[in-house]
Nanobody
Framework: QVVESGGGLVQAGGSLRLSCTAS????????MGWYRQTPGKQRELVAS???????NIADSVKGRFTISRDNAKNTMYLQMNSLKPEDTAVYYC?????????WGQGTQVTVSS
């Protein structure tokens, strides 16, 4: 019900744009966020955005990543510029409602040095 797209392989310094679309059957979506996870590590918040576009972004990506959303389309984006090898991870979309959280299946981002 939440689907990510846009991952892939890119060289260091390159850019990728991730998209996340929530099904139209999901109502009252509040905060949406991007998380990432590497093997053996906990999932970490990359950036989140409220319906009114209030943004929280991790220090590690500040100035390089931009989060945005289109409420009418139930879609969120993550523009990733100046990518570094340490950005390599599976990126997950999260959509919060008053009743539950929805997670996507994840999309792999690999940054080669």
């Amino acid at each position: 019900q939440v689907v990510e797209s846009g991952g892939g392989l890119v060289q260091a310094g390159g850019s990728l744009r991730l998209s996340c679309t929530a099904s139209g059957t999901i109502f009252s979506i509040g905060v949406m966020g991007w998380y990432r996870q590497t093997p053996g590590k906990q999932r970490e918040l990359v950036a989140s955005i409220t319906r009114r576009s209030s943004i929280n972004i991790a220090d590690s990506v500040k100035g390089r990543f931009t989060i945005s959303r289109d409420n009418a389309k139930n879609t969120m984006y993550l523009q990733m510029n100046s990518l570094k090898p340490e950005d390599t991870a599976v990126y997950y979309c999260n959509a919060k409602t008053p009743w539950t959280d929805y997670w996507g299946q994840g999309t792999q981002v690999t940054v080669s040095s």
